[in-house]
């Protein structure tokens, strides 16, 4: 089993987080395979925009 | 679901075949408890949700070689589908040899990709919920290894492990807009 500890970039984490227990690593679609871990913002984006659903925006905190 | 216009729009791409690689999943490593939605257009429009530390395994397909079939099983007024994913593998590889044993007798869920982009489901299927009003999704009817045919062929044959996997269902194979896990290590 891989032992790698998943973290979204820091771009992306400051924006974004995956919901607890989802996959960094997927394939979808068009897209082909996914790795959270080495993604940029925009591509983040575009995931969300074309309908993956475990990627969701940080709550704000308050 | 009620009927309506089965229209294609002129000039469509309509390529055959499938793209990519399959993706193969035993179905004792699929969470049962949650069970994908059947949108209106009758697509499996949430994810496949896996057990902890469990993912899809990736199968190489040789292009030009993988395809989906479907074919209508049993009488009149107890129609069905019998629907079947066909791909071929290369090689002797110890993985495909491996998997070739471990798959004979376990069901499973396969997911493959179309030239139009569309995600296909073999072993996911729909069935009515308990009053008969509405479409929900089933791990029911899982797909099985159906033939294994390989051969090293002679000089300058093909060579290579052509599989097929077979599935009972209501329906073609399921149109899936989710992703598919790949991932043994998920968000703690």
């Known amino acids: ?62 | 679901m009620a009927f309506q216009d089965v229209l294609w729009p002129e000039g469509a791409d309509n390529m055959g075949g499938l793209i990519g690689d399959i993706y193969f999943v035993p179905m004792g490593d699929v969470d049962k408890a949650v069970i994908p939605t059947i949108d209106a257009e009758g697509r499996i429009s949430t994810d496949i949700m896996l057990l902890d530390a469990k993912k899809f395994f990736a199968i190489y397909e040789t292009r030009g070689t993988g395809k989906i079939d479907d074919t209508t099983a049993g009488e009149r007024d107890g129609r069905s589908k019998e629907v079947m994913f066909e791909f071929k593998f290369p090689g002797d590889t110890p993985e495909i040899i491996s998997f070739a044993r471990q798959v004979q007798n376990q069901p499973g869920i396969l997911i493959v990709l179309d030239p139009q982009g569309q995600q296909r489901v073999l072993g996911v299927t729909v069935i009515k919920n308990a009053l008969g009003t509405a479409d929900i999704a089933s791990y029911d009817m899982p797909a099985y290894l159906e033939s294994d045919t390989g051969t090293t062929g002679l000089g300058g044959d093909a060579k290579g492990h052509t599989m097929i996997f077979k599935a009972e269902a209501l329906t073609k194979a399921l149109i899936y807009l989710g992703i598919i896990d790949l991932d043994p290590t998920p968000t703690p």
């Open chain 1, 1 to 62: 089993m891989e032992k790698t500890v998943n973290k979204l970039p820091d771009e992306v984490a400051k924006k974004y987080e995956v919901l607890k227990g989802r996959p960094f690593k997927f394939s979808y679609r068009n897209f082909g395979r996914i790795d959270l871990n080495n993604t940029t913002l925009k591509q983040v984006e575009a995931l969300i925009k074309h309908g993956v659903q475990h990627i969701v925006r940080k709550q704000a905190k308050g």
